[in-house]
């Protein structure tokens, strides 16, 4: 029983407060950074259609996370990605130490111009995920076994000593999912040259797979949105409610912190 008067009052406040978040500034420097999408349905020229709101998370120096911004867009590639990181820049972002990513049309060649010196993870469950697509059923629990010899291997040397084995094994069969592997190869395992605590961090885009999937329980209600407007509302009220609970560092932030100063050195700009 709220007047279509006062429902226009508060949204545009809403939109007004997402014009002050995405231009404030942000951090000189970001540990980690994660970056992914998530897929809404929006109402435009009387048709429904899928547009990705693609999502930024910094670790920051504090061991905490931060979303960073949120982008709306119908479809992704270099010129896009390389316009999101340039509004990062524009807003105090220096350097970046890793992206922790999906393979992403067009990101790798965007993060390389952007930030040189950033190391690009792509996301190994990401990368497990799309290598099992086309696997038949009674192929599947072997397969994983066996895939699983190669991003859970000790080193990179073992890793592809693995990746060798299992294209003996698979490789008449499910080509494919090794010529990915190995066309991927140094975005897939630059996790191995960081200790344990820094190798859960970096090498999966989970953490902003959960704040995906957080935003989807706050925006179910709503099938379809009227305008993009309506959709980066949705996401942005979800944001604000999942960042309250990001009050602590990430597990084991002492060790990592320390790591991290030991492989990037003055980047960290920690005193």
Known sequence: EVSEGSISNITSAV????????????????????????????????????????????????????????WISETESAS????????????GVKDILIASTDNLTGIRQAIKSAFPQTITQLCVVHQIRNSTRYVVWKD????????????GAINREMAYDALDEFARKWGGKYAYAIKSWRDNWDELTAYFDYPEEIRRIVYTTNAIESLNSTIRKYTKAKTVFPD????????????????????????????????????????????
């Open 140 to 151: 599947r629990k072997l397969f994983l076994a066996d895939l699983k010899n190669v991003y």
């Open 80 to 91: 896009f990605w390389l316009n999101v990181l340039t509004d990062i820049k524009a807003r």
């Open 228 to 271: 993009d407007q309506a959709a980066l509302k949705a996401v942005y009220l979800a944001i604000a409610n999942v960042e309250k609970k990001w009050t602590f560092p990430v597990r084991d932030w002492g060790s990592v912190i320390n790591q991290l100063i030991i492989k990037f050195g003055d980047r960290c700009g920690v005193l």
């Open 15 to 70: 939109l007004e407060d997402i014009k002050e978040w995405q231009q404030r500034p942000l951090d000189p420097v970001y540990f980690v950074v994660w970056m992914d999408g998530i897929v809404v349905k929006v109402r435009q020229n009387g048709k429904v259609q899928g547009k990705t709101i693609y999502l930024m998370i910094g670790l920051k120096q504090t061991g905490r996370k931060e979303v960073l911004g949120m």
